[in-house]
């Protein structure tokens, strides 16, 4: 039974969304196992647009079974304003929704946490969605000042929330906030009970249900939020998410071991883009950039931010293809580039005077990196009515052949426009 991962190669915002869902009729369960309120998956059904953050995008379908698993960092206060949202819609959010009861908390504190530490890394910041989402990693990590979901329904949590309160006054006092003056515990502690009241038809243990679900063979959906050069460990550090929000993320997440994995689809756009802080090697800081721009509507889901775009970079995606264990490549918004008079893709980069094919493991390095790019043919035609790769012009086929080449997997998917019949299927 096909136990599927869905995995941006990039920096995010690879139009995952879309494919989880043209995949999830062929599943039983859809999983989100990483990440928060920091994603924004943009679905679009019947020409309206649906944007969700924490939801899976399987929540379309009331025969599937979503799961929001352990490792997702959870702002109770947004996930209920998607749960509402969609209710208000006619779409059926009930027993077909479960939460991990081991899910950390994101409390007030973690995003005013985020908001001064962003201000303390100078001219540098990450550019993070200030959603909270690196101190609620952060705490959870050093384990004295976390959360989860499930300490919301036991009877020492109003104690627990007033002590951490208080080592936060601390923090917020020493880095010179009057953040934390401004903290009632009790108040944040009846507000998040309310919250819990609310999502306990919801909190369920998921890891138990994922183990059982796989071992009797139903077929199971890993939907990865944020791209691989975004993983804490393995990203373009520190300009990363808190997550392992790579391949190698979807176990530790969700608690399903490896082995039963059966697909990986690696999710590329057929350009680059990066939303915040840190090196973009092959950025068009120029008309080219504006253009790509324009025409992908490249702004952020969560934070509206104009998106950083450039060329293809091979390099960046072979090395998260691999490191992700991709079978398959999914190339979306391969429209976006049409009626570029040339494409290019960069194969290599120049380093000290180098050539490497290898992504370097310091953001110091990538950042003195030289792309060395292949040029080839655009192409003028419109492409958006394409629904098998014959139909794509020749050099628009060649594109997507080179990249397939140049990251040694086959393409499984093309993408060519925002609407589920805009896909075609190459398997
Ligand atoms: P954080 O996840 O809010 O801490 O932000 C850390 C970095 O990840 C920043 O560069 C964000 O712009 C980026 N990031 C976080 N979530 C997403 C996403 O869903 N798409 C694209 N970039 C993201």
Same mark, same amino acid.
């Given at each position: 039974?096909?136990?599927?991962?869905?995995?941006?190669?990039?920096?995010?915002?690879?139009?995952?969304?879309?494919?989880?869902?043209?995949?999830?009729?062929?599943?039983?369960?859809?999983?989100?196992?990483?990440?928060?309120?920091?994603?924004?998956?943009?679905?679009?059904?019947?020409?309206?647009?649906?944007?969700?953050?924490?939801?899976?995008?399987?929540?379309?379908?009331?025969?599937?079974?979503?799961?929001?698993?352990?490792?997702?960092?959870?702002?109770?206060?947004?996930?209920?304003?998607?749960?509402?949202?969609?209710?208000?819609?006619?779409?059926?959010?009930?027993?077909?929704?479960?939460?991990?009861?081991?899910?950390?908390?994101?409390?007030?504190?973690?995003?005013?946490?985020?908001?001064?530490?962003?201000?303390?890394?100078?001219?540098?910041?990450?550019?993070?969605?200030?959603?909270?989402?690196?101190?609620?990693?952060?705490?959870?990590?050093?384990?004295?000042?976390?959360?989860?979901?499930?300490?919301?329904?036991?009877?020492?949590?109003?104690?627990?929330?007033?002590?951490?309160?208080?080592?936060?006054?601390?923090?917020?006092?020493?880095?010179?906030?009057?953040?934390?003056?401004?903290?009632?515990?009790?108040?944040?502690?009846?507000?998040?009970?309310?919250?819990?009241?609310?999502?306990?038809?919801?909190?369920?243990?998921?890891?138990?249900?994922?183990?059982?679900?796989?071992?009797?063979?139903?077929?199971?959906?890993?939907?990865?939020?944020?791209?691989?050069?975004?993983?804490?460990?393995?990203?373009?550090?520190?300009?990363?998410?808190?997550?392992?929000?790579?391949?190698?993320?979807?176990?530790?997440?969700?608690?399903?071991?490896?082995?039963?994995?059966?697909?990986?689809?690696?999710?590329?756009?057929?350009?680059?883009?990066?939303?915040?802080?840190?090196?973009?090697?092959?950025?068009?800081?120029?008309?080219?950039?504006?253009?790509?721009?324009?025409?992908?509507?490249?702004?952020?889901?969560?934070?509206?931010?104009?998106?950083?775009?450039?060329?293809?970079?091979?390099?960046?995606?072979?090395?998260?293809? !691999? /490191?992700?264990?991709?079978?398959?490549? @999914?190339?979306?918004?391969? &429209?976006?580039? $049409? *009626? #570029?008079?040339?494409?290019?893709?960069?194969?290599?980069?120049?380093?000290?005077?180098?050539?490497?094919?290898?992504?370097?493991?310091?953001?110091?390095?990538?950042?003195?990196?030289?792309?060395?790019?292949?040029?080839?043919?655009?192409?003028?035609?419109?492409?958006?009515?394409?629904? !098998? /790769?014959?139909?794509?012009?020749?050099? @628009?086929?060649?594109?997507? &052949?080179?990249? $397939? *080449? #140049?990251?040694?997997?086959?393409?499984?998917?093309?993408?060519?426009?925002?609407?589920?019949?805009?896909?075609?299927?190459?398997?």
């Amino acid at each position: 039974m096909p136990v599927t991962c869905v995995i941006g190669l990039q920096w995010g915002d690879e139009a995952k969304g879309k494919l989880v869902d043209l995949l999830t009729d062929r599943h039983d369960i859809v999983v989100r196992y990483q990440g928060g309120a920091n994603a924004g998956h943009t679905v679009v059904r019947d020409g309206r647009k649906f944007k969700l953050s924490l939801i899976p995008s399987g929540i379309f379908r009331p025969e599937v079974q979503c799961v929001v698993a352990a490792g997702v960092v959870l702002n109770p206060a947004s996930v209920l304003g998607e749960i509402d949202g969609l209710r208000n819609l006619g779409i059926k959010v009930a027993e077909n929704l479960m939460i991990s009861d081991r899910c950390h908390v994101i409390f007030p504190w973690h995003v005013e946490e985020d908001r001064l530490l962003e201000q303390q890394c100078g001219d540098e910041p990450i550019g993070t969605t200030l959603r909270g989402i690196g101190p609620c990693y952060r705490d959870k990590v050093g384990r004295g000042l976390a959360v989860r979901l499930g300490d919301m329904f036991r009877p020492g949590f109003e104690a627990q929330v007033e002590r951490i309160i208080g080592a936060k006054r601390d923090v917020f006092s020493a880095l010179g906030s009057a953040a934390g003056a401004a903290i009632d515990a009790k108040q944040v502690a009846a507000q998040y009970r309310g919250y819990a009241e609310r999502l306990a038809p919801h909190v369920a243990d998921t890891t138990a249900y994922l183990l059982d679900a796989v071992e009797a063979g139903r077929r199971l959906l890993f939907e990865g939020a944020q791209g691989a050069l975004l993983d804490i460990d393995h990203g373009t550090f520190p300009f990363v998410t808190s997550s392992n929000s790579s391949g190698v993320g979807v176990s530790v997440g969700s608690g399903v071991p490896g082995r039963y994995i059966s697909k990986v689809f690696g999710v590329i756009k057929a350009y680059s883009t990066r939303v915040g802080g840190g090196p973009l090697p092959t950025e068009q800081d120029n008309a080219i950039g504006q253009q790509i721009r324009d025409r992908g509507n490249e702004y952020g889901t969560v934070t509206k931010r104009p998106r950083r775009c450039g060329w293809f970079d091979a390099v960046a995606a072979r090395y998260t293809a !691999r /490191l992700s264990g991709v079978d398959s490549l @999914a190339v979306m918004l391969l &429209d976006v580039l $049409s *009626e #570029l008079p040339e494409v290019k893709i960069c194969t290599a980069y120049e380093l000290d005077g180098r050539k490497i094919t290898n992504f370097p493991g310091h953001a110091d390095d990538l950042r003195r990196v030289t792309p060395v790019y292949e040029t080839l043919p655009g192409w003028r035609d419109d492409i958006t009515g394409a629904v !098998r /790769l014959d139909q794509l012009p020749t050099n @628009a086929r060649k594109y997507v &052949d080179r990249i $397939s *080449e #140049l990251l040694g997997r086959p393409v499984g998917v093309v993408s060519v426009g925002p609407d589920r019949r805009q896909t075609i299927f190459a398997e």
